[in-house]
């Protein structure tokens, strides 16, 4: 990977290529040491469910990790409606100064977590409009990933599998087809289970990987977090690299038979 292949979103560039959510920790303690050995940037906040000022009275994430050193990145988990999801990343911004930089995620039912893509597309138009920065959860569907992008969302961030299945990349050819078309960053949201998922993601071009259970349900989630690091990591750069060609009994041998030096008969 070149010093300078850096991920870009909303204008600001990033090293890490790897996201991270914050919840399902242990306690913040655990959260904090997962995320430094992530390497991740950004850090994603459900407003609904973790404590960033909100309750005075309670611990803050933001004690553990500042919005000095990390770029937040409220989303709307546990939203099923577009005026759920507006009001919510409203709140965020105040909370958080002004900030714009948001992940919208419009959730269809609670026992799947598929994306109710009618009502997320419809919150991402009021996001758009009313100046926010919207990085948006969604299908793996080229067409509304295309209408996403039109709307003005600065990137798109279709499932691999369901949320928290640990499933992998169910449908690559898809998410190839998003990236062909797409002309803002594309990234994997949801259903990675491990550090070879991740990796098959930026093999595929994606820009980055975004995750939380493959890393804080791990049986150790700060190993996980290494791990993912790294696959991230190989992943682009194998495919900046680009791999050989998939071939079906066509290959040349590794050591080519042409041009031999022939050992010369002892006299």
């Known amino acids: 990977m070149t010093q300078h292949d850096h991920l870009i979103i909303a204008g600001k560039a990033y090293q890490s290529r790897l996201l991270v959510g914050t919840g399902k920790y ?3 303690k655990q ?16 407003i609904r469910r973790t404590n960033i000022g909100q309750d005075a009275n309670a611990p803050s994430l933001l004690e553990y990790l500042p919005a000095s050193q990390f770029t937040l990145l409220p989303n709307t988990a546990g939203c ?7 009001r919510t990343l409203r709140l965020a911004r105040e909370l958080l100064d002004g900030h714009k930089l948001v992940k919208l995620e419009v959730l269809g039912d609670p026992h799947t977590l598929f994306p109710n893509m009618p009502e997320t597309l419809a919150a991402a138009k009021t996001l758009v409009a009313d100046g926010f920065d919207v990085m948006v959860y969604c299908t793996d569907d080229p067409i509304q990933c295309r209408m996403l992008e039109d709307i003005g969302c600065v990137a798109v961030m279709p499932l691999a599998s369901l949320i928290g299945s640990g499933m992998g990349i169910l449908n690559p050819w898809n998410l190839k087809l998003i990236i062909d078309q797409a002309r803002v960053p594309v990234l994997v949201d949801a259903g990675v289970g491990t550090a070879s998922d991740a990796a098959i993601a930026m093999e595929l071009g994606c820009d980055g990987v975004l995750m939380n259970t493959a890393i ?3 049986q150790n989630p700060i190993l996980m977090a290494s791990a993912m690091k790294k696959a991230v990591q190989a992943g682009r750069e194998a495919f900046l690299a680009g791999r050989v060609p998939r071939k079906t009994y ?3 041998p590794s050591s080519p038979t042409s041009g031999l030096i022939t050992p010369t008969a002892s006299a």
């Open 26 to 28: 242990q306690d913040f």
């Open 31 to 46: 959260t904090r040491e997962a995320i430094d050995q992530s390497g991740a940037e950004i850090v994603t906040v459900a």
């Open 80 to 86: 099923y409606t577009a005026e759920d999801a507006v």
């Open 216 to 218: 804080a349900g791990a």
């Open 250 to 252: 066509q290959g040349a």
